[in-house]
């Protein structure tokens, strides 16, 4: 899940997304950024039931009335606690993969892979993928509808007090209710508050806000507004929202609703825990007390095993503590990155807990790897550290878990096609040759093919909600269920002729193996077992256990195993499942037809000087599914009425986004009166129209170009009048590459670079009337877990008879100077900085409010460079120290301490400067 503060700040401000891309000067050009791939044009169609309209495209028709079901379902019990009813359809967007959902347009940022769905407020819809189990499909989509029913019981009741302004809940409310009524209860939240109470870790109710968005957080609210729910009722939580509305104060609501303060009866709830599990210690064992820890980091997923030689052997994993995933392997105690993902066109995900890895005995390994929106298979030879296959499996949207054979021929997987859901596959290398098993709505994951290469182990939510074990017979074709347990069984991995595995319910998750028809558990843990595998002799179980909230790497003894119940394998015969109970409502079905409503109405205020303001207005119109969209811009600083429509800035366009190659046309009237550090430079005005086009390679890069044409006026008054008119036309096109990795202040890992040229035509004199190049390279070397070396590097030269003049100084260009002190149509620049942390957690208490800034970064930085017209000047240069400070998510807060330099002298006045924005 995604925190909503910051989508609806993302959203709210697509606007400057749209002006940076297609509007205005070449200077416009100069941004960075990476790409959301849509390759698929999808034949949009729509279910309209009584309360909502189901958006879908026509091969996922049959999750499409899922939906439905489920969503009329869900209406009638959130109607019921919220007493609301919402004023029109709801609208819901499904997708029948996560990469597919990944590539939406609904919303302009890239969509992490660990949300599964979210609520978009403005247009009042909820967007969601399959994830392959109708169990966490059912519970995804009414999380999300209860954000809806929420929202909409906020709005009633704040507008019918004439009250403008919305106050919420704090976040762990609002997504602790969502959680508390879309599943009561579920072995994930267990597993949090069980280790949490266990390791003393757990988080008063009233200090969740310092662990704001974490999914411990979502887990902890969930539980505790469930322990409130049980000791008190639903109804009192309803009333706790009622009380909130008129008081607007959380704690002063809680306190009418409870009698307690949020502390006092969240320390109740803590006591609560202690005492249904402190007594687990009697029979189980945290993980460190009967295990080794072997990689002292958080994050790990996925470990397999390769034999080496006298005994020994080295483990492979996947990590992602450094802020992205890269598989690993362990030597001599330390992590060795193999294959670093996120970063490059073919790895632009590895995909994290869920898409496991193999290994043969020869060393091969087996992994799977997004690029441009689709699962790539990949075989990687650990001895020569090279790729030796690579597959696009055709027809397919994601892959997940491969299993080889002991030859590494064949290759077992779960896959994905547009329609939805998880099923069986088998691939033969040397054949070229694709095999669909199973073709359901269920869930087939986590494959494991025998040493025999007769058949195959999975888990599947088919014949019920829970997970059971079942066998594939590749020699007749047929599905034997061999183990179904109260609990959801997952990962299995063969053994020899057995199958060792987890089973997870609400007090535990632990390892079991089969053997010979017969169950036994191997371990006992007070957490969470996961993804376990045995060492090369046997004596050992290599697993990640969940501790310290994260997944970490642990070696368990096997020694001993506890006898639990015998098996019998039972020939399964596949029905597909019912719709949810209760009467069909599938409502009717049209083809989808795109309708643009308003996202965004609003008003600007801007100061260009210090005797000149400006406002204007801001529209922004999208269709429901984001393919579509349409910007409109008035804005005017003018003084004076008989100037106003002269100085009135006019944008309209229209973007067409629903295809990889996206396009914008449109037209504007512009004003602009530039003082660039001397008074009255210039004024210009220009109408025209505009057309821009922008095509993805990969996430990392894309090429882009801007066509402008448009009659032109420009008045120099300095030195002296000067005045040209003519029609223009202006080509400008960019290559752009980013795969930066970001903190909470600016990027620390990967490179940005944008090559632009441009070029203005005087179509009446057809003369040159500017052109330009421009060059922007930055690197960012890793040193360490926190400590980054940052790189720029601009180059910029225009000419023409009215080249363009380019300014530096100030805070994100060359510090130690002011703004504009630099100036001229050639320029470059070279910064330098050590970034490194100070503070690791900043917080702001007062009796009033708590805000969490994140922590405090510092910097010392080296910048050189300078800006001139024909004559070559020397370079200036300055050095300092810097500290940063994020604002609650939106902006970072500057605080620059320089010295300047001409290489020669240093010159012994300190300047400083307090501004604000994000690292180059």
């Known amino acids: 899940m995604v925190n909503r503060g910051i989508l609806l700040m993302m959203r709210q401000n697509k606007w400057f997304l749209i002006l940076f891309l297609f509007f205005a000067n070449l200077n416009a050009q100069y941004f960075f950024g990476k790409n959301k791939i849509q390759i698929t044009k999808y034949a949009w169609q729509i279910i309209q039931t009584e309360h909502f309209e189901i958006y879908y495209f026509k091969e996922e028709s049959l999750l499409a009335l899922y939906s439905a079901q489920i969503a009329e379902q869900s209406y009638e019990k959130l109607v019921s606690f919220f007493g609301v009813v919402p004023p029109n359809r709801i609208p819901i967007i499904i997708y029948s993969s996560a990469n597919l959902f990944q590539e939406t347009q609904t919303i302009p940022i890239l969509i992490p892979e660990n949300v599964g769905g979210f609520t978009d407020y403005l247009k009042g819809r909820v967007v969601l993928p399959f994830s392959g189990s109708l169990a966490d499909f059912r519970h995804t989509l009414t999380h999300e509808l209860v954000h809806i029913f929420t929202f909409q019981f906020f709005e009633k009741g704040y507008n019918d007090r004439d009250i403008f302004f919305f106050t919420l809940p704090p976040l762990w409310v609002m997504e602790g209710i969502a959680e508390h009524l879309s599943e009561r209860s579920s072995p994930e939240m267990n597993l949090i508050l069980r280790s949490s109470t266990l390791d003393g870790s757990i988080v008063l109710p009233h200090r969740l806000d310092e662990i704001g968005g974490s999914y411990k957080m979502y887990k902890e609210g969930e539980g505790f507004l469930l322990y409130l729910a049980q000791k008190y009722s639903d109804e009192r939580l309803m009333k706790l929202f009622s009380r909130f509305l008129s008081l607007r104060d959380f704690e002063s609501a809680f306190m009418s609703t409870f009698g307690k303060s949020v502390e006092a009866e969240g320390k109740n709830w803590v006591y609560s825990l202690k005492k249904v599990y402190f007594p687990l210690l009697s029979s189980r064992d945290e993980p460190p007390q009967v295990g080794e820890e072997l990689v002292g980091k958080p994050w790990i997923s996925s470990p397999v095993v390769l034999a080496a030689d006298s005994g020994n052997y080295e483990v492979i994993f996947k990590g992602?503590?450094?802020?992205?995933?890269?598989?690993?392997?362990?030597?001599?105690?330390?992590?060795?990155?193999?294959?670093?993902?996120?970063?490059?066109?073919?790895?632009?995900?590895?995909?994290?807990?869920?898409?496991?890895?193999?290994?043969?005995?020869?060393?091969?390994?087996?992994f799977v790897a997004k690029a441009q929106a689709r699962d790539v298979l990949y075989l990687y030879d650990l001895a020569s550290g090279e790729t030796i296959f690579k597959k696009v499996i055709p027809g397919l949207i994601s892959i997940s878990s491969p299993s080889l054979s002991q030859s590494g021929d064949t290759v077992v997987f779960s896959g994905t096609d547009i329609r939805g859901g998880i099923d069986l596959y088998l691939y033969i290398i040397s054949k070229d040759s694709l095999v669909r098993l199973t073709d359901d709505i269920y869930e087939d994951k986590d494959p494991a093919i025998s040493p025999r290469g007769k058949s195959i182990a999975f888990v599947s939510d088919r014949g019920g909600d829970k997970s059971a074990l079942f066998l594939f017979m590749l020699e007749t074709n047929e599905i034997f269920e061999i183990l179904r347990l109260d609990g959801n069984i997952g990962e299995p991995r063969w053994w020899g002729e057995d199958l060792i595995f987890t089973v997870e319910d609400d007090s535990s998750r632990d390892i079991f193996i089969l053997r010979h028809n017969e169950l036994y558990r191997l371990t006992r843990v007070t957490t969470g077992l996961f993804s376990p595998v045995f060492t090369p002799r046997g004596d050992s179980v290599i697993a990640c256990a969940w501790w310290k909230d994260s997944y970490r790497l642990f070696r368990f003894p096997a020694l001993h195993s506890e006898y639990v119940c015998a098996t019998e394998p039972v020939p399964f015969e596949s029905v597909l499942p019912a719709l949810p109970p209760g009467e069909s409502k599938e409502g009717k079905k049209f083809a989808y037809k795109k309708k643009l409503t308003l996202d965004i109405a609003q008003g600007t205020l801007s100061t260009q000087s210090a005797t000149e303001s400006g406002g204007g207005l801001e529209l922004f119109l999208t269709d429901m599914v984001g393919e579509h969209q349409i910007y409109l811009l008035l804005y005017s600083y003018s003084q004076e009425w008989k100037r106003i429509l002269r100085e009135t800035n006019i944008y309209?366009?229209?973007?067409?986004?629903?295809?990889?190659?996206?396009?914008?046309?449109?037209?504007?009237?512009?004003?602009?009166?530039?003082?660039?550090?001397?008074?009255?430079?210039?004024?210009?005005?220009?109408?025209?129209?505009?057309?821009?086009?922008?095509?993805?390679?990969?996430?990392?890069?894309?090429?882009?170009?801007?066509?402008?044409?448009?009659?032109?006026?420009?008045?120099?008054?300095?030195?002296?009048?000067?005045?040209?008119?003519?029609?223009?036309?202006?080509?400008?096109?960019?290559?752009?590459?980013?795969?930066?990795?970001?903190?909470?202040?600016?990027?620390?890992?990967?490179?940005?670079?944008?090559?632009?040229?441009?070029?203005?035509?005087?179509?009446?004199r057809q003369k040159l009337y500017s052109s330009i190049i421009s060059f922007d390279y930055r690197r960012y070397f890793r040193l360490s877990e926190r400590v980054s070396w940052a790189n720029r590097i601009v180059a910029r030269s225009s000419q023409g008879i009215k080249p363009e003049i380019f300014f530096m100084g100030g805070t994100w260009t060359f510090r130690g100077y002011p703004a504009y002190h630099f100036m001229g149509s050639k320029l470059f620049l070279l910064n330098t900085e050590l970034r490194f942390p100070l503070v690791e957690d900043f917080w702001l208490k007062t009796p009033f409010l708590s805000l969490r800034f994140g922590g405090i970064k510092g910097a010392l930085f080296f910048d050189t460079g300078q800006a001139f017209d024909k004559k070559w000047v020397n370079p200036c240069g300055s050095f300092g120290l810097s500290a940063r400070l994020n604002l609650a998510y939106y902006t970072v807060l500057r605080l620059d301490t320089a010295w300047r330099t001409d290489f020669h002298t240093i010159d012994p006045h300190t300047y400083w400067e307090i501004f604000f924005g994000r690292d180059f």
């Open 652 to 764: 309209l366009s229209y973007t067409n986004q629903a295809k990889r190659f996206q396009w914008t046309l449109g037209a504007y009237h512009l004003f602009n009166r530039d003082y660039s550090g001397i008074y009255d430079t210039y004024e210009e005005e220009s109408i025209g129209i505009v057309g821009s086009v922008a095509y993805p390679f990969s996430r990392f890069r894309r090429l882009q170009a801007s066509l402008f044409l448009r009659y032109n006026a420009r008045l120099d008054t300095y030195p002296e009048d000067n005045y040209y008119y003519a029609p223009l036309a202006t080509l400008n096109v960019s290559f752009i590459r980013d795969n930066s990795l970001s903190d909470a202040i600016g990027p620390i890992d990967g490179m940005r670079s944008n090559l632009t040229v441009g070029v203005s035509s005087d179509l009446k």
């Open 320 to 366: 992602s503590w450094m802020g992205y995933t890269g598989i690993y392997r362990l030597t001599k105690g330390k992590p060795e990155l193999i294959l670093k993902g996120e970063f490059s066109d073919p790895f632009e995900s590895l995909h994290g807990v869920t898409n496991r890895i193999d290994i043969t005995p020869s060393g091969k390994l087996a």
